[in-house]
């Protein structure tokens, strides 16, 4: 792809973009002038999000939508390619969730946490498909997680999601390879990220919820979305180097990290440093409804602003990374076995 195709506006669908990864993502979309169409539920957190759209340079078509219906779904996309134009890339970014042990996350949370997480990818994925398959051409990014490859305690409900994901994507990417298809679908797998989602997520921890370090700003994941839909050849990515070394120590020890992580998880997730919040959080009904977010949650002062992982990969260095992470990953192994 040429520099100047890179800078064509393009029409671009961000899901889940009043806060967090997508706020940032159609933020930087439109800084390149793209046309926007920003899909969420909560309608404070989504004007707001138009708002840095177009002050960035870009073109905004706010649409408040839930994911975890296909109906809505559809009716945004076929919306955005009568106002803005047809799709050239979709990103599905929208998630919610509830935090605590397995037995104590209810039913229906859990079910609404499956619907939202991931049938809502699989939702922005057909509509995406429904109009690129037939013109032959356009991407879809698929934001994921370490966590895609190696779940944790109090997060059940999120990590069964993105890993569902994660094999729903491989399958559909297969079916297009089949097909001979122009239309390109790649992940982008993220690290602990500082997003309100910590503040609003359904909780039942006793204390407030906080992201595993260490923690990027939203922004770091913009840019490698960002670069996935300019590079969509490129299966997947995996953005800081604590991703690489999750889903490399899962492949060399998964049992060793099982005991690690049923060690230490639990308090590596919660903090006393701020008021646990009360209430149920987005699972049912948008936080973001009257009050807007923004992009960063409320870890600012422990979030990285980049990754040198990232410009490891971008540089074509993600051979040795990954050789190096195999090597830490093997030599941990071996001192866990020598040191019971």
């Known amino acids: 792809m040429s520099r100047r195709e890179l800078s064509t506006p393009r029409t671009v669908v961000v899901t889940g973009a009043s806060a967090g990864i997508g706020r940032a993502t159609a933020t930087m979309f439109a800084a390149r002038?793209?046309?926007?169409?920003?899909?969420?539920?909560?309608?404070?957190?989504?004007?707001?999000?138009?708002?840095e759209v177009r002050a960035a340079g870009g073109e905004a078509l706010p649409i408040r939508t839930?994911?975890?219906?296909?109906?809505?779904?559809?009716?945004?996309?076929?919306?955005?390619?009568?106002?803005?134009?047809?799709?050239?890339?979709?990103?599905?970014?929208?998630?919610?969730?509830a935090f605590g042990r397995f037995l104590d996350i209810p039913p229906e949370e859990f079910l609404q946490a499956t619907r939202a997480t991931y049938l809502g990818f699989v939702h922005g994925t057909r509509a995406a498909l429904r109009r690129m398959a037939p013109r032959d051409r356009g991407?879809?990014?698929?934001?994921?997680?370490?966590?895609?490859?190696?779940?944790?305690?109090?997060?059940?409900?999120?990590?069964?999601?993105?890993?569902?994901?994660?094999?729903?994507?491989?399958?559909?990417?297969?079916?297009?390879?089949?097909?001979?298809?122009?239309?390109?679908?790649?992940?982008v797998e993220m690290p602990a990220v500082n997003t309100p989602q910590f503040t609003w997520l359904r909780s039942h921890l006793p204390q407030h919820a906080q992201p595993?370090?260490?923690?990027?700003?939203?922004?770091?994941?913009?840019?490698?979305?960002?670069?996935?839909?300019?590079?969509?050849?490129?299966?997947?990515?995996?953005?800081?180097?604590?991703t690489v070394l999750t889903v490399l120590a899962n492949a060399v020890a998964p049992g060793l990290?099982?005991?690690?992580?049923?060690?230490?998880?639990?308090?590596?997730?919660?903090?006393?440093?701020?008021?646990?919040?009360?209430?149920?959080?987005?699972?049912?009904?948008?936080?973001?409804?009257?009050?807007?977010?923004?992009?960063?949650?409320?870890?600012?002062?422990?979030a990285h602003a980049s990754s040198p992982q990232q410009w490891a990969s971008r540089h074509h260095l993600g051979k040795a990374v990954m050789a190096a992470g195999i090597t830490a990953a093997g030599c941990a192994a071996m001192r866990r076995n020598r040191h019971p």
């Open 66 to 97: 839930d994911m975890a219906e296909p109906e809505q779904v559809e009716a945004a996309a076929g919306r955005v390619e009568e106002e803005l134009g047809p799709i050239d890339v979709w990103v599905n970014n929208a998630f919610t969730a």
């Open 212 to 242: 595993v370090p260490p923690i990027y700003q939203p922004e770091v994941a913009a840019r490698a979305v960002v670069r996935a839909a300019d590079h969509p050849r490129r299966r997947e990515y995996r953005v800081g180097g604590s």
């Open 33 to 51: 002038g793209a046309r926007v169409a920003l899909l969420a539920r909560g309608g404070a957190g989504l004007d707001a999000a138009a708002a």
């Open 257 to 302: 990290l099982d005991r690690y992580l049923a060690r230490t998880a639990f308090g590596s997730q919660q903090t006393d440093a701020h008021v646990r919040p009360e209430g149920h959080g987005n699972l049912f009904a948008p936080a973001d409804e009257s009050r807007d977010y923004g992009a960063h949650g409320v870890f600012d002062d422990r």
């Open 139 to 187: 991407t879809i990014v698929q934001v994921g997680s370490a966590l895609a490859y190696r779940g944790i305690p109090l997060q059940s409900a999120y990590c069964g999601a993105k890993h569902a994901m994660a094999g729903f994507t491989e399958a559909v990417r297969c079916e297009l390879l089949h097909d001979r298809s122009a239309v390109r679908i790649t992940m």
